[in-house]
């Protein structure tokens, strides 16, 4: 499918996962928070937080092992280890930083959703100066009802102005793509780690990366 083509107009990018290798960071940060309480990040935790904002994510882990601690403490906990890991070992996920020329060249808009707060996504952006080249940026301070529900999806289509079927949503995790997917985007998932083990229904295509030609192909465009 060529550019002229594509009914694509504009993209939306999952930030944790897909942008960045921080669901990787994230389970270093909770098996250190949970090993100070003598407990286990078990693979079964992992995927029930996956994908949805921080204060359900750890309420979800204070129910899970009945801890004493409300998601509020455990969120600077968490913020703390995790912001003492970023120096060293954020990266940027295989294929971004091409993918994002890719859609420069091409002039097609894009932005992220994520169901990160905005400090820590400013953080993570500002380590590879990448906030400049997105139109905006939604966190969890955005929305109400996080992922799955497809509400920042919605809202994602009205800031880009466009209908939520001409938006190119990737993801990584099962719940991103359930809002993408019930927000009536064309949702791409792209798996990796944890996540490869997840169910994606709906969605218009799996990738393997965000280096795969098929991304490209539903964008219609070029790679850089």
């Not at 359900?56 to 280890?81: F, N, R, V, Y």
């Not at 997840?198 to 219609?220: C, E, M, N, P, Q």
Request: aromatic share 6%; with cysteine; net charge negative.
């Amino acid at each position: 499918m060529t550019r002229s083509q594509s009914q694509v107009q504009a993209v939306v990018f999952d930030l944790d996962g897909l942008m960045f290798n921080t669901e990787d960071l994230y389970q270093q940060v909770g098996s250190e928070v949970l090993r100070r309480r003598g407990k286990e990040f078990t693979d079964d935790l992992i995927n029930q937080m996956m994908g949805r904002k921080s204060d359900q994510a750890l309420k979800l882990m204070i129910d899970w092992h009945q801890l004493e601690d409300t998601p509020a403490g455990l969120a600077a906990e968490s913020m703390e280890i995790m912001f003492g890991l970023l120096p060293d070992q954020l990266q940027p996920m295989p294929g971004l930083i091409d993918l994002l020329q890719s859609l420069e060249d091409a002039g097609i808009s894009k932005a992220i959703a994520t169901s990160s707060s905005r400090v820590f996504v400013t953080r993570v952006l500002d380590q590879f100066q990448l906030q400049p080249r997105f139109k905006f940026v939604l966190t969890a301070e955005d929305i109400t009802r996080g992922k799955p529900a497809p509400d920042v999806y919605h809202l994602a289509a009205d800031m880009h102005g466009v209908e939520p079927h001409a938006m190119l949503v990737l993801e990584d995790s099962q719940i991103g793509c359930q809002a993408a997917v019930a927000a009536g985007t064309y949702a791409v998932a792209v798996p990796s780690g944890q996540s490869e083990q997840h169910t994606f229904d709906g969605v218009k295509l799996i990738a393997d990366s965000l280096a795969d030609d098929r991304i490209y192909a539903a964008l219609g465009v070029a790679k850089a």
